[in-house]
Nanobody, 123 residues
């Protein structure tokens, strides 16, 4: 499975961005997609996860009620809609995938990773 993340950019505080993660290769209906981020000088952290088969999602407390994951099943693309962005959301965002149907929050549970897309939020 190959993952291609896109949609990052430079925005102002309060703005919105939508990240995309296109999956290709030997994808199936039973996999889980996740988003992680890594800010400068910090460790990679969990942001959100979505079960491709059920659509169930789970979010980190820091983004709950501001970020929303969704999926285009036909297009094999996952999305992360980010609203009310703050400078604390500045990071490189990575999408990841794992086989199975249960959502996961730990990076080591994911088998496939895309390249990062950079999000910078200015104050």
């Amino acid at each position: 499975v190959q993952l291609q993340a896109s949609g990052g950019g430079l925005v102002q505080a309060g703005d919105s961005l939508r990240l995309s993660c296109a999956a290709s290769g030997r994808t199936t209906s039973s996999y889980v997609m996740g988003w992680f981020r890594q800010a400068p000088g910090k460790e990679r952290e969990f942001v959100a996860t979505l079960s491709w088969s059920s659509g169930r999602t789970y979010y980190a407390d820091s983004v709950k009620d501001r970020f929303t994951m969704s999926r285009d099943v036909v297009g094999n693309t996952g999305y992360l809609q980010m609203n009310s962005l703050t400078p604390e959301d500045t990071a490189v965002y990575y999408c990841a995938a794992r086989r199975g149907k249960y959502i996961a929050r730990l990076s080591e549970e994911y088998e496939y990773w895309g390249q990062g897309t950079e999000v910078t939020v200015s104050s």
